[in-house]
Nanobody, 122 residues
Framework: QVQLVESGGGLVQAGGSLRLSCAASGRTSSNYAMGWFRQAPGKERELVAAITWSGGNTYYTDSVKGRFTLSRSNAKITVYLQMNSLKPEDTAVYYC???????????????WGQGTQVTVSS
């Protein structure tokens, strides 16, 4: 089992920045890829970014490319989503998730955090 705890959400004005963190505990010796998803009210959950176990490969959805950066700690148990130039449309609950493979498919992520709210005001 892997437990994931997100932090760093909050309220920010458009153009501002936030950094989300996701700390893993439990069976962290396994090589998990990590992803950040988000879900806005009335919308489907979408993958924002993902990173391999090594941190050597990343994926970003088109709407955040150039604005968001996903990284993970040297110990591999914490991932960080740096979000710059935030827009009102980035408002959502952001979820951290872990998968045994590097994937963009939500159904391949085995473990999920509780989510953290990000609100961007215009």
């Amino acid at each position: 089992q892997v437990q994931l705890v997100e932090s760093g959400g909050g309220l920010v004005q458009a153009g501002g920045s936030l950094r989300l963190s996701c700390a893993a505990s439990g069976r962290t010796s396994s090589n998990y890829a990590m992803g950040w998803f988000r879900q806005a009210p009335g919308k489907e959950r979408e993958l924002v970014a993902a990173i391999t176990w090594s941190g050597g490969n990343t994926y970003y959805t088109d709407s955040v490319k150039g604005r968001f950066t996903l990284s993970r700690s040297n110990a591999k148990i914490t991932v960080y989503l740096q979000m710059n130039s935030l827009k009102p449309e980035d408002t959502a609950v952001y979820y951290c998730a872990a998968a045994p493979v590097f994937t963009t498919r939500a159904n391949q992520y085995d473990y999920w955090g509780q989510g953290t709210q990000v609100t961007v005001s215009s």
